[in-house]
């Protein structure tokens, strides 16, 4: 019989899923478990996890997900219920750095599909869509990240090359990328001057250092220098001085997809707390037959069940068409917090268990800052959704 707390058993019905999505999930999971769980432990020690995973991913449709068929991508009867659910069948490795490493195509692509020229996307959509070459996006700096439209990195016109000088920082798949978007000030100051351009990660001048962290540990996070490095003109992305449009679109995907995995983490700590609960004894009864504890399993199970609904809700509002900035910010707000809740309590029911490398709990624990950090922190959310509300 399967556990009401279970991964499973904790994820609310959607009206909005099909046999196809359900076939997916199918799909995905078998991935995860046959590619992932049993080594997960290790990539996350040593640090890395193997490149040829992203064309493994390709091969069952993964990486091409909601991408252009002609490209390479699968995008034929796919939505956003199909990207919620690689997004939390990933998550049950319970490793963020796995979800954000496989899977940083997902922030560094959109920008070529959306606004780059038939060349531009000729030419490297269908490598990565192969899994054959890595592309990250480049935005935050520095001197800042969530105050896009003061972004300091310059890409100056000369003789139809664009110089690029200046410094991104905190950039995962940095190190291992082929290909780096990269948000550039081409303009006067503000968020009227600024572009994208598709910078190839080998041209002259460009150097990368890695850059050690709390958590995801397995994802390549790197600084990334820019020396008068020599950009043809053709890289360009969309229409120069016009980049900050789409700088907001790839963030609004990004929090989405964070917030669903932000949800499918907690579950996965309220899953591995109600197992240690059952079998653990204490004071002659299980764990779980104190009130406290089942108390706090009530209150995490209260978090998750609310998160799931707004997710479902700004899912369905995506799939219709509409673009809901404040419901996409709070959503992502309470998706984290969610998490560091339900990694709070279940560290604490897990006690000293918990506090071991090589669990779940303590993986997830150590990775709730860079979900509420992280696409928009808690503040700029907060204060961005506020904006929306024209009060």
């Known amino acids: 019989m399967t556990s009401p707390l279970s991964f499973d058993a904790t994820r609310l019905p ?35 996890f193997p490149r040829e995973l992203h064309k493994k991913a390709a091969d069952i449709g993964l990486i091409g997900l909601g991408f252009p068929e002609r490209y390479g991508g699968h995008s034929e009867d796919v939505d956003i219920f199909h990207s919620l659910i690689a997004n939390e069948e990933l998550a049950r490795a319970g490793a963020g750095g796995l979800c954000a490493g496989l899977m940083t195509h997902g922030i560094g692509l959109p920008p070529i599909i959306t606004l780059g020229s038939d060349a531009l996307k000729t030419r490297i959509a269908p490598g990565v869509l192969s899994g054959e070459k890595l592309i990250a996006l480049c935005i935050t700096e520095p001197s800042g990240g969530s105050d896009v439209a003061n972004l300091k990195a310059k890409a100056v016109r000369k003789s139809g090359d664009y110089i690029v000088n200046g410094e991104k920082t905190f950039i995962t798949t940095g190190c291992r990328a082929d290909y780096l978007t990269v948000a550039v000030r081409t303009g006067g100051e503000g968020a009227g001057g600024l572009s994208f351009l598709l910078i190839e990660a080998d041209r002259p001048g460009v150097s990368r250092a890695p850059l050690k962290k709390m958590g995801w540990w397995m994802s390549d996070t790197a600084s990334i220098h820019f020396d008068n490095v020599s950009v043809p003109a053709d890289n360009l992305i969309g229409q120069e001085n016009a980049g900050f449009a789409g700088i907001v679109a790839n963030f609004n995907m990004e929090r989405l997809a964070m917030a669903a ?63 809901p900035i404040a419901d996409l ?58 904006r929306q509300l024209d009060l």
């Open 14 to 48: 959607s009206p909005h899923l099909t046999d196809s999505h359900e076939a997916w999930r199918k799909t995905v999971r078998g991935f995860v478990e046959r590619e992932i769980m049993p080594y997960v432990n290790e990539w996350d020690e040593t640090g890395a």
């Open 261 to 323: 995995q932000a949800i499918a983490f907690a579950r996965v700590c309220i899953e591995d707390a109600a197992d240690w609960a059952r079998d653990r004894q204490t004071f002659a009864k299980a764990l779980s037959k104190h009130q406290v504890i089942r108390h706090k399993f009530a209150e995490m199970l209260r978090m998750t069940n609310a998160s799931q609904a707004y997710l479902n809700h700004c899912a369905w509002l995506v799939k219709t068409g509409e673009s």
């Open 329 to 386: 910010s709070l959503l992502k707000v309470q998706a984290t917090r969610t998490m560091e809740f339900c990694a709070r309590e279940a560290m604490q029911i897990l006690g000293g268990a918990g506090f071991m490398r090589g669990c779940r709990v303590e993986r997830i624990y150590r990775e709730v800052r860079v979900m509420a950090i992280g696409g928009g922190s808690e503040e700029i959310m907060n204060d961005l959704a506020a």
